[in-house]
């Protein structure tokens, strides 16, 4: 960010760290949030020493247009982010705000008016809930499902066979209630064959929603079925 420098005299009214006290306390919790309470030695000395450097800086200005233009620069900052909330988010924000509090502070003590009130630091939004949310499993002490001796006679005597696509429903519970199959034209025998072994056999752990509870939930899944030798 651009901003315009003055070289004036120190003035005789400068602003000191407690006329921004709110903001600073800001940037220290937003800190203290990013690193759950155990914020480094070099970022609290980073804090400590910025301070005095820059309200030297800004207590160098004079011109009331330079000391405006760059508050409203620095609280347009703070209305823009990229990509969803974060921890680091509220600490560029905070120090954003610090800047906004010094530049007006400065600006009300060369034009001899009351400030505007320091920038509040947004409130953080809340994290959502993590999804827990996933597909029936299947148990795999079920398996196999399918057998040689599973293969329809008629299937046998028509020397028939192929892929067979099926989609199961499973319970709560991860029992198989339901069962659809889709096979070559002609092949109701080794679509009738295929349910009728994963309703007997095929077991699951249920499906769970976005809190983690078991549910109701779908299994695709194939079978090709080939003639013994």
């Known amino acids: 960010m651009a901003l315009l420098v003055a070289a004036a005299p120190q003035a005789s009214h400068a602003i000191t760290v407690s006329d921004c006290a709110g903001s600073w306390k800001d940037y220290l ?7 759950d309470g155990n914020v480094p030695d070099e970022d609290v000395t980073e804090v400590l020493s910025t301070g005095p450097i820059n309200l030297e800086f800004i207590n160098s200005i004079d011109d009331p247009e330079n000391l405006s233009e760059s508050a409203k620069e620095w ?3 703070m209305g823009q982010r990229s990509g969803p909330p974060s921890d680091y988010d509220q600490i560029t ?22 400030a505007e009130p320091e920038p509040a630091a947004p409130a ?7 999804d827990l949310s996933g597909p029936p499993t ?9 057998t040689s001796d599973d293969y329809p006679a008629s299937a046998l005597r028509a ?7 099926y989609i199961l429903t499973i319970d709560a519970g991860g029992k198989v209630r ?13 679509e009738s064959a295929t349910c009728d072994a994963l309703m007997a056999r095929a077991q699951f752990n249920p499906a769970t929603d976005a809190r983690g ?16 030798n």
Request: proline share 8%.
């Open 178 to 190: 339901g069962c659809q199959a889709d096979g070559p034209e002609g092949a109701a025998d080794l």
């Open 159 to 165: 020397e028939r066979q192929g892929e067979v696509r």
């Open 29 to 35: 919790n937003a800190l203290d949030a990013y690193y």
């Open 138 to 146: 299947i148990v795999a002490s079920s398996l196999p499902w399918f």
């Open 213 to 228: 509870k078991p549910t109701v939930g779908e299994f695709e899944g194939s079978i090709k079925w080939t003639l013994p």
């Open 93 to 114: 924000t905070a120090r954003q705000g610090m800047y906004v509090c010094m530049y007006e502070q400065r600006l009300a003590e060369v034009q001899g008016v009351e």
């Open 75 to 77: 609280r347009r900052q």
């Open 124 to 130: 953080r939004e809340p994290e959502p809930e993590p």
